[in-house]
């Protein structure tokens, strides 16, 4: 027993002086548990100069993580496990946080930058008040093409897609709101439906634009549509303004018929430790120099006014991206649809991917 004894005495005080030495470490640049941030973001979704500018003029070290779906960011968030302080999710993720008691109220005292937001994304129904959110980006989803390879169409329908011209020349995102979403609209159904005869229209419909579908992709459709390996592609409208930074000949457009107006927004998780470097940053990224920087570098709308006035004419005068209020007014919100007809609209989509091969 005395040589079991002294084998764990022997272990825990080499883990205890590990733990003293990253500790130790950490303390000699600058950076202790108290002045570190964790942020949870989309892929590609900042500026990294910005992050650099911000760990300058706080102190604060900041660990960047990042997440591609809504759903896998509320699963390790409600795992718990990593503290963390800042994530940026879409609206109905935000109201189904909210339900599932995974956000920290937001102090607005602490942000005397919000005032730089515009009021048309203030109070939106997903976050009355915004008491747990504050607008970070903006945009739609709609279809990007290139017009030297789709001839007369236009795409100002989503049936345009079905046309037998665009066999095995179409990308799809992957994303089941987003294709559900295409499907139900074309068949001029809400993108928040719930009718099961109308779900399986929309599958119907989909399944006819199979042979069209050359990939159903996620980040590298910009990469894929930029070197114009396909004529035409579903996507989310800051994805199309960067893919028309790298190929010109590409434009973008919302079917009249109807689409996605979506909103990310930052929120601190229940799991933050840091709330004063949670709300500095916060307010960091209001700036509107600041905003303003990041939008040119992440490609999205910004809803931040006094920002917009900052962009070039070419920016913020293009109504592709910065669309008015005939056209809004047409576009819908994702609603939360709940645990169960969220997991259906997944299985649907699922199906519909798997006819395709």
Known sequence: MSGLVRTFLLVFIVAFGLMYAVAALNSSEGYSGGN???IYNWGDYIDPELIEQFEKESGIKVI???FDSNEAMMTKIKQGGTTFDVAVPSEYAISK???DDLLLKIDHAKLPNLKHIDPDFMNLSF???NAYSVPYFWGTVGIIYNPKMVGDLTFDSWEDLWDESLRNNIFLLDGAREVMGMGLNSLGYSLNDTNEEHLQEALAKLSELTPNVKAIVGDEIKMLIANEEAAAGLVWSGDASEIMDENEDLDY???QEGSNLWFDNMVIPKTASNLEGAHAFINFMLDPEVAAQNTEYVGYSTPNKEALALLPED?????RFYPDKE???RLEVYDNLGPRMLSHYNELFLEFKM???
Do not use: F
Request: glycine share 4%; hydrophobic share 25%; net charge negative.
């Open 355 to 357: 006819h395709r091969k």
């Open 97 to 99: 946080m909210k339900e």
């Open 315 to 319: 920016i913020s005068g293009d109504e």
């Open 127 to 129: 976050d009355p008040d």
């Open 64 to 66: 960047y993580q990042t």
């Open 327 to 329: 056209l809004t007014d």
């Open 36 to 38: 570190t941030l964790t």
């Open 253 to 255: 457009v919302v079917p």
